[in-house]
């Protein structure tokens, strides 16, 4: 898995978090991640473009996002 480099320098720019599930799944492989249904709404609110990015691009690693 290669690592986003712009995808990882507009998520440092944001005041979430999203980074780090990023850094994880590209550092880990993977094949899913656990985010509390709270985060995932917050993102939503608060950050939804980043979200956005985040989901589209956790979707095209075939890495599943599993809300806990």
């Known amino acids: 898995m290669t690592v986003p480099h712009d995808l990882l320098d507009d998520l440092r720019s944001s005041p979430t978090d ?26 939503e609110r608060r950050a939804p473009d980043h979200w956005g990015k985040v989901a589209g691009w956790l979707a095209a690693q075939n890495v599943a996002v599993v809300k806990v």
């Open 18 to 43: 999203l980074a780090r599930i990023v850094e994880a799944v590209v550092r880990d492989g993977l094949p899913y991640v656990l985010i509390p249904g709270q985060a995932v709404r917050s993102w």
